[in-house]
């Protein structure tokens, strides 16, 4: 604790070359780059009408944010003029040079000339104005200096001046060896797409209020909005920490070192920057001039609650209900019912971990609306919306409920949980094998102009909802065989969401699937394999999932089968129903592989079960599509067709390319198989609609380029030919066969022994 109350003790009144009136609490403070404000605004009270309209327009909208911003280099300052008003440019940089030169008295004579503004009927500056009030804290805070200040401030002007000649003489010697038209293009794409480069808006001061206010507002809007605009973690960690050495009891810069570290998954540095800013404002009063002699108590029990969130997001649930049970405690003792709310929230999402709190859910949704809260209310809603999907409700009760949530998204303005909103039906459309309404609803998001205020040139809605959004869209068009789309749709996620971003892993989880899907496809085991690492990293469940396929691709039914047992199991306890019912279907088809067909049937019925009960309807066809291969190889075709025709329209509707290529040639197999017992004639035609639908199911599976597939159902379109006599159709997919077969050897497994 020293450290951080170091500067209570020991407070030079000169940094760096930089003066100030008062290092702890600053309110205002002579810089050099403020001087060049001041000269700047002295030039432009000089220029006055032979400034155009637009110029003037240009100049008065770059002030506030220069006025307000944190120090910048001259040559910076120089081009931020210059693009509003070349001449005035010109003007600043002259007079700055002649005072750098000059002597000190050349200073002191700009400052005795600067309150003239302030003189005459019409002045030229109005005191009250922001231009105003900026002169008048800097003429106060230079005449409180001594004359050994002022003498240390003038040789900062001079090493400020000084820094920038050095810099304008290196570019000149590069200019002479590069071609210029080049440089120039390469300069003005640079001022054009970089605001502010890190070096350029360092520090080594203190700021003053203002620009430590405005520093962190911008940097924490661009936080939530656009975080790759937004400063590096190790810089902005920099900044806070130079503006925390002079004012370390700045409580808002404790709370944006807290959101930075959250960035980065830093549990020490984020816990420790939270309870920092709570006991700021305590230490610093804030709370109790706000709310009375109520603001020490609420700054407790809002800390507990925050720390509770804290350990949840990191999964330390132990530690996270300690915190939120003391948060409740004091909370109950001062009535804040607000805040009861708030820890009622979190008490749910603690609860969901280990047991069913649908119906704490729901009282928390009736006390939100009783209080007056709508965005928790909303929260709540939608939380009991994914419970209820889990659950197995019908879709269009979700969506009604949903709707409910929208109206008070509308009514308050509140755009944050509106994109959470779409993002969700998307989920649940996605869940319940609904393709075309998710790719619906996914497209909705991002064609939404949004409803919050932003800077120009910040790239809004940078958040979560969007990622997810993002990311189902990328999926959708992998599995259509849409894959440079997919590939462009996660480019743009890659350049949205940087890898040290927070919701960088959405895309990479998504990334990692896709491409171990194309890898499987292409027959590529080895490499499929080795995409496995990244998927358990993200999602271990996934993970293990996707290892039991290669395992079984690569013929190792028994290590197989071991992982699907231990996944079954464990998704069973955690209540993943999705993943139950893949693995089933998974667990069938070894079964299959290893002969033992009866076995297989109890396992498909009940994922049917299953999937039916919780309206998965994607899934539900799917495990007919299985059924009615299980009914094939027993030796019952007709009925297999006859069980296909209810299951197949889902999937053509709304089903992946590959599994509409396995659909119809499932459908063609039956057809093969229930022609044996037909006369010559109908045996013929049955045959001749099932090379159709092989052709139909060749193109799904060129589509998403599934060479295993391709090669099954060359060979079986080859054997059908040779039996319907067509030699020439015949040696062409005989050809075809042996080129596929050639790339892509088999291992000796029956052509009928796999649906997929």
Not at 298 to 319: D, V
Not at 431 to 439: K, N
Not at 561 to 590: D, F, P, R, W
Not at 623 to 645: D, K, M, R
Request: aromatic share 8%.
């Amino acid at each position: 604790m020293a450290s951080v109350h170091e500067s209570l003790y020991f407070n030079p009144m000169m940094t760096n070359g930089v003066v100030h009136a008062n290092v702890f609490g600053i309110k205002d403070c002579v810089t050099p780059y403020k001087m060049a404000l001041l000269v700047l605004l002295s030039e432009l009270g000089r220029a006055g009408a032979q400034l155009s309209l637009l110029e003037r327009r240009r100049l008065n909208r770059l002030l506030l944010p220069l006025l307000q911003g944190p120090d910048m280099t001259l040559s910076r300052l120089h081009k931020a003029i210059e693009e509003s008003c070349p001449n005035l440019a010109n003007s600043v940089q002259i007079r700055i040079k002649l005072m750098a030169e000059g002597e000190l008295k050349d200073m002191e004579q700009f400052f005795d000339d600067l309150s003239d503004s302030f003189t005459g009927t019409e002045p030229e500056v109005h005191k009250t104005s922001v231009v105003g009030l900026f002169l008048r804290h800097m003429i106060l805070a230079y005449n409180k200096l001594s004359f050994s200040q002022v003498y240390k401030l003038y040789t900062a002007l001079q090493q400020y001046y000084q820094n920038d000649e050095k810099k304008t003489g290196i570019d000149e010697t590069d200019m002479e060896l590069t071609n210029t038209e080049e440089l120039e293009g390469k300069m003005e794409k640079e001022e054009l797409d970089v605001p502010l480069r890190e070096e350029e808006i360092s520090c080594s001061g203190p700021l003053s209020q203002k620009q430590a206010e405005y520093f962190l507002s911008q940097q924490a809007s661009l936080l939530k909005n656009d975080e790759t605009k937004a400063l590096t973690p190790a810089f902005l960690q920099k900044e806070l920490n130079n503006l925390l050495k002079f004012n370390p009891d700045f409580a808002e810069a404790h709370y944006l070192s807290y959101l930075n570290s959250l960035r980065v998954q830093d549990v020490f540095s984020s816990t420790h920057s939270l309870l920092h800013y709570f006991d700021r404002l305590i230490l610093t009063g804030a709370e109790s001039k706000s709310n009375g002699d109520e603001g020490y108590g609420r700054s407790l029990r809002y800390a507990a609650l925050n720390l509770a969130a804290l350990h949840c997001r990191f999964g330390h649930y132990q530690q996270a209900e300690l915190a939120l049970q003391e948060a409740i405690r004091i909370a109950q003792e001062s009535n804040d019912h607000v805040c009861l709310q708030h820890c009622l929230s979190w008490l749910y999402i603690l609860e969901q971990k280990r047991s069913d709190s649908c119906v704490l859910l729901e009282h928390s949704v009736k006390k939100a609306v009783h209080f007056g809260l709508p965005y928790l209310a909303s929260l709540g809603i939608q939380s009991l919306v994914q419970q209820r999907a889990f659950a197995g409700k019908t879709a269009n009760k979700l969506m009604d409920a949903l709707k409910d949530s929208d109206l008070l998204h509308w009514k308050h303005s509140l755009s944050e949980l509106i994109d959470i909103s779409i993002a969700q039906k998307t989920a649940i459309w996605r869940l319940y094998g609904r393709s075309t309404m998710a790719l619906q609803q996914a497209q909705m998001l991002l064609s939404m102009n949004s409803l919050e205020a932003v800077n120009v040139g910040v790239q809004q809605n940078n958040t979560e909802s969007f990622a997810v959004v993002l990311c189902h869209l990328a999926e959708l068009h992998a599995e259509q065989g849409c894959f440079a789309a997919a590939s462009e749709i996660l480019k743009h996620l890659k350049e949205r969401f940087p890898p040290s971003s927070q919701h960088a892993q959405l895309w990479m989880l998504f990334d990692q699937k896709i491409q171990f899907d194309r890898a499987m496809n292409d027959g590529k085991y080895h490499v499929a394999d080795s995409f496995v690492a990244g998927i358990t990293a993200l999602n271990s469940i996934e993970g293990v999932y996707r290892k039991a396929i290669v395992l079984k691709a690569q013929n190792q039914m028994s290590e197989a089968h071991k992982l699907l047992q231990k996944l079954l199991i464990h998704c069973q306890n955690i209540k993943n129903t999705e993943m139950v019912i893949s693995v089933l279907l998974s667990m069938a088809e070894l079964y299959w592989r290893s002969s033992c067909h009866t076995i297989a049937l109890p396992v498909l019925l009940q994922a049917l079960a299953l999937s039916r009960e919780y309206r998965l309807q994607y899934l539900a066809s799917e495990t007919v599509l299985n059924l009615a291969f299980s009914q094939l190889i027993l030796g019952i075709p007709e009925q297999a067709l006859n069980i296909l025709h209810t299951a197949i329209e889902p999937i053509l509707a709304h089903g992946a390319v590959l599994d509409k290529g396995c659909a119809m040639f499932l459908v063609a197999k039956c057809q093969v198989a229930s022609a044996a017992s037909y006369s010559q004639p109908k045996k013929a035609e049955a045959l001749e609609s099932a090379i159709l639908n092989l052709n139909e199911a060749k193109t799904y599976f060129a589509k998403v380029d599934c060479k295993e597939q391709l090669r099954d159902v060359l060979y079986f379109q080859a054997r059908l030919f040779h039996t319907l006599g067509k030699i020439q159709e015949r040696n062409k997919c005989a050809m075809l066969f042996r080129q596929v077969h050639q790339e892509l050897p088999a291992h000796g497994v029956p052509l009928i022994n796999a649906f997929k």
